[in-house]
């Protein structure tokens, strides 16, 4: 059974650039995967960030940026503020109506 | 403006089947661009994937929960529901309505309705 990998944890100074990645266990990412990412704080329902590969979802700042990173699909912060310490999820999509989440990373803004 | 309102018994005992609606406003479920999910997130865990509809009948469910899971709308009161069976302390989870567009990882979210599973 093929998993979606995340780190688990990552951390970033506030200004800086930080890149988490959304892979698969078995096989590359690619844009057929409609790879898509999610920030969610504490308490709160999911936010769309990132849909398939790269569209900023509505409302989102454009330091928020998707793409294909080797085998893997990336989401990339560029200049992080403390508001962006949450949990990230990123999802793929494996064919015949069926989506894999992947574990999420917890980033941490210090 | 797209509207998800879930809505359910907040508790529910080991072995009986749970049932959850989600209300939609703003939109018609009759679309056929759009597709209509559940997604659950256990208490400190990660997004899981449960299911999805279109108004037109097809049917999607994760494999993991397939034997236990029904997903159905009703176009006539724009919602749709979950029915889960036979459930257990793992089952627990803030339960999601969402909506996704056809291609897409588009996810819409409702803002979620706690189910616990207890005796």
């Known amino acids: 059974q093929t998993v979606v990998t995340q780190e688990p944890s990552f951390s970033v100074s506030p200004g800086g650039t930080v890149t988490l990645t959304c892979g698969l266990t078995s096989g590359s990412v690619s844009n057929s995967h409609c790879p898509s990412w999610y920030q969610q704080t504490p308490g709160q329902a999911p936010r769309t960030l990132i849909y398939?590969?790269?569209i900023l979802s509505s409302g989102v700042p454009d330091r928020f940026s998707g793409s294909i990173l080797g085998n893997k699909v990336a989401l990339t912060i560029t200049g992080a503020q403390a508001d962006d310490e949450s949990d990230y999820y990123c999802v793929l999509y494996m064919g015949s109506g069926l989506w894999v989440f992947g574990g999420g990373t917890r980033l941490t803004v210090l | 403006q797209l509207q998800l309102q879930e809505s359910g018994p907040g508790l529910v005992k080991p072995s009986e089947t749970l049932s959850l609606t989600c209300a939609v406003s703003?939109?018609?479920?009759?679309?056929?661009?759009?597709?209509w999910d559940w997604i659950r997130q256990p208490p400190g865990k990660g997004l899981e994937w449960i299911a999805t509809?279109?108004?037109?009948?097809?049917?999607y469910y994760n494999p993991s929960l397939r034997s236990r899971v029904i997903i159905s709308v009703d176009t006539s009161k724009n919602q749709f529901s979950l029915r889960l069976s036979s459930v257990t302390a793992a089952d627990t989870a803030v339960y999601y309505c969402t909506r996704h567009t056809r291609d897409s990882g588009d996810f819409s979210w409702g803002q979620g309705t706690l189910l616990t599973v207890s005796s």
């Open positions: 703003g939109a018609s479920i009759s679309s056929d661009v759009h597709y």
């Open positions: 398939n590969t790269n």
């Open positions: 509809i279109h108004y037109s009948g097809p049917t």
